[in-house]
């Protein structure tokens, strides 16, 4: 098992390298970078200061303002957008700070052996360590991402488990029905029609809309606290719970189903044992193989980018409305940085995972198979 260990260990260097390197070449491609960002908020600046000033018209354009501020310009056409009339020393200048001025390969290299040490820089546009950027998200995400994770395995393998035991019953057929419409329906829109009937959105006002706790949280008692909590959370849990059920409840039956028709469970019941220790004494290490595979992609997608809409609808600031603002604002840092150490944690949730299974089924030997 040891040396299976290492061996995937050894394995998540090129699988980093290889995610870091594609995703570095295809944003550096894309147009609009952060240089050419600052550009507009800067030409943007400098129309309001010069109408001030002169009392320019107000069609004067971008770039005669944008000339002004950089103290002229040389007719030089720039490779930036928007850039026209600014002066060549001044886009230079620009290019340093935000290390444009060297090579692709070299900002890539400089990069990774800054990440490498987990040193993530600075925010571009935010005056803040990328660090302290995401430790200040964490909590939103890891609430969303850990409730919601826990309450869907709760919910779906113990209903997968009854749809496979009760297949083709009542009971399957109404909560297949339930699957269908929350597997049909996203669950942003059950997040607006939560806020509809019990946010104060036109019938209840039971639930708050905003923050992950109130205002006045650090005066409430421990209990106090702790209820204020979940009373903030329980709308956002619950759109993302009935979004993501369905799958895999479907996915507990299915493997349920394939174990339950299988010659070792026609032997286990043709020898007399009770029905109960036939299905949790053998299907289930069987069965759960499958489902538990699922488990590190399912909350990294939700602690990352799953809750991106959840949070923008009850105004909830973590990680996946911060990636998403980054890749707006081309805030490279950023970007990259958070690209990086949840890539990291995703491939070491894997090794995780395929750890679990010998867990659940002692008879699993990762030594001898090849990696």
Do not use: C
Request: negative net charge; aromatic residues 12%.
């Amino acid at each position: 098992m040891l040396a299976y260990i290492v061996r995937r260990l050894i394995l998540i260097i090129p699988t980093l390298f290889g995610i870091m390197v594609i995703n570095f070449v295809v944003i550096q491609a894309a147009p609009g970078g952060p240089v050419e960002q600052l550009i507009g908020q800067l030409e943007g600046i400098s129309v309001e200061a010069t109408a001030r000033i002169t009392g320019a018209d107000q069609g004067e354009t971008a770039a005669d303002a944008g000339t002004v501020a950089a103290g002229g310009g040389d007719g030089v056409t720039s490779k930036y957008r928007g850039a026209q009339g600014l002066h060549p020393d001044f886009i230079a200048q620009l290019e340093r700070e935000f290390g444009f001025d060297k090579p692709i390969h070299v900002r890539f290299v400089q990069m990774m052996g800054r990440y490498i040490r987990f040193d993530f820089g600075e925010s571009y546009f935010r005056d803040r360590s990328v660090v302290q950027l995401v430790l200040d998200k964490m909590p939103v995400s890891i609430s969303l991402g850990l409730w919601t994770t826990l309450l869907v395995y709760l919910i779906s393998i113990p209903m997968g488990i009854a749809k496979a035991v009760r297949d083709g019953s009542r009971f399957d057929i109404w909560t297949s029905a339930a699957i269908v419409v929350g597997n049909a329906i996203p669950g942003f829109l059950f997040a607006i029609l939560l806020i509809v009937l019990f946010a104060g959105g036109r019938y209840f006002d039971l639930f708050p809309l905003r923050g992950l706790v109130s205002p006045n949280w650090s005066e409430l008692s421990l209990v106090g606290k702790v209820l204020d909590y979940f009373w903030h959370l329980a709308l956002p849990i619950l759109s993302m719970v009935i979004g993501g059920f369905a799958g895999l409840t479907l996915l507990t039956k299915n493997s349920f189903l394939d174990e339950i028709n299988k010659q070792y469970v026609l032997t286990a019941r043709a020898k007399g044992l009770e029905e109960r220790r036939v299905l949790y004494g053998h299907v289930f290490r069987n069965a759960m193989l499958v489902v538990i595979a699922g488990f590190p992609g399912a909350f990294i997608g939700v602690l990352f980018t799953g809750s991106l809409l959840t949070e923008i609808i009850f105004s909830l600031d973590g990680l996946g409305l911060l990636g998403f603002d980054s890749a707006l604002n081309r805030d490279y840092p950023v970007m990259f940085a958070t690209l990086y150490f949840f890539t990291l944690l995703g491939l070491v949730l894997q090794l995780i995972g395929d750890l679990t299974y010998t867990v659940v089924d002692p008879r699993i030997d990762f030594e001898s198979r090849e990696v």
